[in-house]
């Protein structure tokens, strides 16, 4: 198998008698990156010890930038390639001890999706390593309404606790209408802490108010850098989802011993700030990765979504698309235009 010459092997080569699936496949002839939905078999699909029947997917920021190839380096740079950081569906053939056909399993992170062929096609072979069982009481397509940004989100709440911070103010949580912040508001709402969203699109609020937001900022304040290194103390901790000049304002208004799940870049990776926060007020910094995170952290963040969500996310936060509408979609999660989470229905 050659996927790094530009063509499928079964381009030139018979398929057999294996059955045939779709897939979004990325290809690049020229400078652009292009995506169409191709017609693939088994013997196209990379090694791996575990062949998944994939019956949904989703899409987060980080695929919207693998299928248009922007950011400031592209995230996918073997092609023919199939994006998608997350699956969820049903073993179908193993040579793993750990895994047996009918298994049903979840997939999100390792480089999925960025490095090794991802969830946007009907089957994926992929290390079974990377595979944590799905929790009961949760079903595959709730599993990819949470897919990575769930997982991050409950990540993020988890060291939010383990750290301590108080209940007596709110937790603000920035980008509060994309994927992890809608989901991070249920679970924080959830948990008894008061929310408030921070949102671009303040008229949208009755939306994040549904999800259990007490209180909505308006995120176009935080567009320009703080002019001051400290600000009134307003939040105990925060969840931020995008970076830049949002993280530094964030940073000079958690108040004295609070704390920030830092995770995103929607807003940009580059952060100004100074060291009073850290050193006035013992504000401190918490780094959440959920893509090469230990199996037993994701394992136990799996299962608290189930026990903290018990019904899920609510439907109104749930938007589906099949793989012929990922392309456009892609392009308006770049744009900051989808709300809550997209997931991908692989078989209708
Ligand atoms: N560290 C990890 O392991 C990990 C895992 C998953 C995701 N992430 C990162 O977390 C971030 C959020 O992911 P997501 O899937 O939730 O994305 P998303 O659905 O696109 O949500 C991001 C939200 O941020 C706001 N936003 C968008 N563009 C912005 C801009 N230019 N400046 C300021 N705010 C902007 C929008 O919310 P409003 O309209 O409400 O302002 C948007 O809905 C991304 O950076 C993603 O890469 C990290």
Redesign the pocket.
Known sequence: MDHDNGRMPHDTTSSGTLASFEALVLRKPGDAIESRVETLSEVDLPEGDVLVKVAFSDL???D?LAITGSGHRQLVSTFPFVPGVDLAGTVEKSSAPAFQPGDQVILT?WGVGERHWGGYAQKARVRSEWLVRLPGGMSLRQSMIYG??GL?AMLCVNALERYGISKERSVLV????????SIAVALLHRLGYRVT?????PNDAEYLVGLGADEIVD?NHF?TAPDKPLLPERWAGAID????T?LAHVLASVSYGGAIAS?????GSTLETTVLPFIKRGVAVLG????ICPTELRSAAWSRLVEVLPDGVPEVAVHEVGLQDLSDRARA?LR?E??GRTIVVLWR
């Open positions: 987060g920021y980080k919207g992170g990575s940004a991050s920035t980008g509060a209408s994309g994927g992890v912040g969203a921070s949102t671009s699109r995120a567009k989802n995008v970076g830049g949002t995770l995103g870049l929607v807003g959440v990765d959920s893509e999660i900051g989808t709300k």
